[in-house]
C-alpha cells in the first residue's frame, strides 16, 4: 500500500507540473500588453552620451562612412515599385514552398499546409548607403546597406486531423549589409551573366511570431535561440567568401569560366569521432568539394565500426576562383543524420595552370610526379600544406 501511494504520488506530481506549465504559459503569454507605446520624439540636445551612444546604430551609413553614398532616388524608385515587386516576391515564395510543403502532408496525421495570407505589406525596405567597389575584374560590385521594419501579413495555416493551427509572422525587422556582384560583364543583354550575393557580416533579425493568439517569441529563452539558429545559418551559407549565385544569362550565351588551377587534396585521419551507433562505434566517411561548383560531392570510403579511422585517400578538385572558393569538408555516419562527427586531417597542395598555355598543365597528382602528356608545374608555383579541421 505504502508503494502504490508513493507510485500515485509521483504521478499526480508529473501531472500537475506539466497542467501548471502549461497553463503558466498561457498565463505568460496572454497577460502580455497587446499595444506598444510610442516614442515621444526629443531634440538631439536634450539627450545626454548615454542616449546619444545608443542611437548611432540607427544614423544611415553614408553619414558616418564617407565611402557609402546617400541613394533617395533608389529608395524612391523602391519604393513606387514596392507595390508590384510585394506580389512578385509573394508569387515565388509560394511556388517554392509548394513542393516543401507537399511533402509532409499525409505525414505525422497532416493534412494541408498553406498560406493563407501572404504579404510583405506596405512598408519598402530602405538603403541606408550604397558602396561602389573597384576590381581589376570584369565585374560590378554593389554593397548597400538594407534595413527593413516592414509590416507583413503572412499567415500559415496547418491542418492537422480536424484541428486548424494558425501561424502568424508578425513585426519583421532585417538589418544586413550584402555584397552583390554581377559577374561577368559581356556584351548582351543586361550586360551580366550572373548575380552573386554574400553577406558581409551576420544579419540582424527579429520578429514575432503569433500561434494559437499569443506570441511565443515572448518565451523566455526562445526568441535568443531563435536569433542564434537563424544567424548560424545564414552564416554558414552566405557569409562571404560564400555566395548565393543566381544565373541571368543562359550558359550557352556566355563562355564559361576557365579552371585555373588544380587543388589537391588528401584526406588523412580523423580524431575522436562520436558514437552513433548501437554498438558505440560510427561508420565514418567524408564529403568534399568546392563552393560554387555545380559538380557532385567527391567522397573517400566508409570505415566501419571506427571512431579514429585512416583514409590517406587523395582527390583533386578544380579551382576556377582562388580568390573565393572554398573547401568544404563534411564527415558523416553512414548509417545516421548529418550532424558533425569530430575532427578530421587534410593535406592541402595548389597547382595554378600556366598562364601561357591552353592546356590543363598543373600538377595532376600534387606530390611532384610526372604524368604522361602533362608537364610538371614549377616548385614556386605550387603551395601546399597541412591541416587540423
Partial sequence: MGFLSTLLGIFGFGIGTSIGLLIGFF??????????????????????????????????????????????????????????????????????????????????????????????????????????????EKELVLEPAVRWAGNPNIVLTLKLLSFRITIQLVDLQIFMAPRITLKPLVPTFPCFATVAVSLLWKPDVDFGMSILGGDIMAIPGLYQFVQKTIKRQLASLYIWPQALEIPILDSATVAVKKPVGILHVKVVRAQKLLKKDILG???????????????????????????????NEKFKLIVKDPGSQVLQLQVFDWDKDKKQRGKIVVELMYAPFRADSGKLEGTQDGYSRKESGFDRTSDSEVFGGAGLL
Fill in 27 to 136: 498565463l505568460f503569454i496572454y497577460s502580455k500588453p497587446k499595444t506598444v507605446k510610442e516614442p515621444v520624439p526629443r531634440p538631439l540636445y536634450e539627450l545626454d552620451n548615454d542616449q546619444l551612444l545608443d542611437i548611432l546604430p540607427d544614423i544611415p551609413l553614408w553619414v558616418k562612412c564617407p565611402d557609402y553614398e546617400r541613394v533617395d532616388w533608389l529608395n524612391k524608385f523602391v519604393a513606387d515599385m514596392w507595390p508590384y515587386l510585394d506580389k512578385a516576391i509573394c508569387a515565388q515564395i509560394r511556388s517554392a514552398t509548394e513542393p516543401m510543403f507537399a511533402e509532409y502532408v499525409g505525414k505525422y496525421q497532416i493534412e494541408a499546409i498553406e498560406f493563407d495570407n501572404l504579404s510583405l505589406g506596405t512598408i519598402p525596405p530602405e538603403i541606408h548607403g550604397l558602396k561602389v567597389c573597384e576590381t581589376n
Fill in 281 to 311: 562505434t560510427s561508420d565514418p566517411y567524408v564529403k568534399l568539394n568546392l563552393s560554387g561548383e555545380r559538380l557532385p560531392s567527391k567522397k573517400t570510403t566508409i570505415k566501419k565500426r571506427n571512431l579514429n579511422p585512416e583514409w
